[in-house]
């Protein structure tokens, strides 16, 4: 068995662009990865340069084979149908599985099976389509987001990603700064960055304000824990995967059971858009670096939450999603 992913034609990386490259690789590295298809060109640059690219449709898929493709690209699914190997999808984000899916077509009606980025996910797709799918989640690179030897004395530095939702990160700010006319810190602007940049910007922060939604995982407040900042904003949902409220009575998700985890508390979290609850968050957040308490346990819980999102967590998932792909082919046959 042989697996293909199909790498969607866009013009800067993404968050899930890199997960996709990451499976790719810890495909290449257990013998499995047939290539990474492209849809008109290859991708270049330095990230890209030890994967086996091919185009779609020159490639010659095998019946037993897995062929993967991202939510949001439903066209690409008709190389593996013709194929007729095993058809995977793997959402990345809850909001867009039915994106590109023409009006009228339904998800059941085509054969097609699917993996998740979370936890959050997986349930999701459960109450939509009856039936929970395996999981493949993101790996924190420790080799580039870890934490620096000390936090910059001074002003407290407060990350944000002006791309997540700008005008209510904005918002945000303005709360609270109009809560806390006498509060001395400094907002850091994170964009326009590589990883290392981004790696090196999340170590020179205290805190990091997650303005994202919706996310199928929220990977920047997982890499900003990687980094040692303390975290407060929205889930997205997908974030509670990992995300946990320090503070007990905080907020938790309608309807969805946040999953058994050896971390405690690792954030102060609002419903998305809640732009006061975020602006409350982190007060609180500041609050804990300005008097000691719950600093150290936020933090050791947020560092057991990175830590727990590895290469070798990653790839018995893959290997996992892989041996159920196995036993349901034998079934169906």
Not at 85 to 104: I, M, P
Not at 268 to 286: C, I, K, S, T, Y
Request: hydrophobic letters at 50%; a neutral charge.
């Amino acid at each position: 068995m042989r697996v293909w992913i199909f790498y969607p034609p866009l013009k800067t990386m993404s968050g899930g662009c890199m997960v996709l490259l990451q499976i790719a690789r810890q495909l290449l590295a257990m013998g499995r990865l047939g290539g990474v298809l492209y849809w008109e060109a290859a991708p270049e640059g330095l990230d890209f340069v030890d994967i086996p690219w091919m185009r779609a449709g020159q490639v010659r898929m095998a019946p037993e084979d897995v062929f993967l493709v991202p939510e949001g690209w439903p066209n690409a699914l008709v190389f593996g149908f013709r194929a007729r190997c095993r058809t995977l999808v793997y959402c990345q984000n809850w909001a867009y599985l039915f994106h590109g899916l023409d009006a009228g077509v339904r998800w059941r009606d085509l054969p097609v099976d699917f993996v998740a980025v979370s936890d959050p996910v997986a349930w999701h797709l459960e109450q939509v389509l009856g039936r929970r799918p395996g999981i493949i989640r993101p790996a924190i690179e420790t080799a580039v987001f870890h934490p620096g030897e000390a936090k910059p004395e001074g002003l407290v530095r407060i990350g944000f990603m002006p791309r997540k939702n700008r005008a209510l990160a904005d918002q945000v700010r303005r709360i609270f700064e109009e809560r806390n006319p006498d509060a001395v810190v400094e907002w850091v602007p994170i964009q326009g960055l590589d990883r290392d940049g981004v790696a090196g910007m999340l170590r020179s922060c205290h805190v990091f304000l997650a303005t994202g939604f919706p996310e199928g995982f929220a990977l920047p407040p997982l890499e900003a824990m990687a980094c040692g900042c303390l975290c407060a904003g929205f889930t997205g949902f997908g974030g509670w995967d990992y995300m946990r409220p320090v503070e007990a009575g905080s907020f938790s998700p309608q309807g969805y059971a946040l999953r058994a985890v050896p971390w405690g508390g690792n954030g102060w979290w609002a419903a998305d858009g809640d732009v006061l609850g975020a602006a409350l968050g982190l007060e609180r957040a500041l609050a804990a670096i300005l008097t000691g308490e719950k600093v150290v346990s936020a933090m050791r819980n947020g560092a057991a939450s990175a830590t727990a999102y590895n290469a070798d967590a990653q790839a018995a998932e893959i290997l996992a999603a892989l041996d159920a792909e196995r036993a349901l082919r034998a079934v169906r046959s």
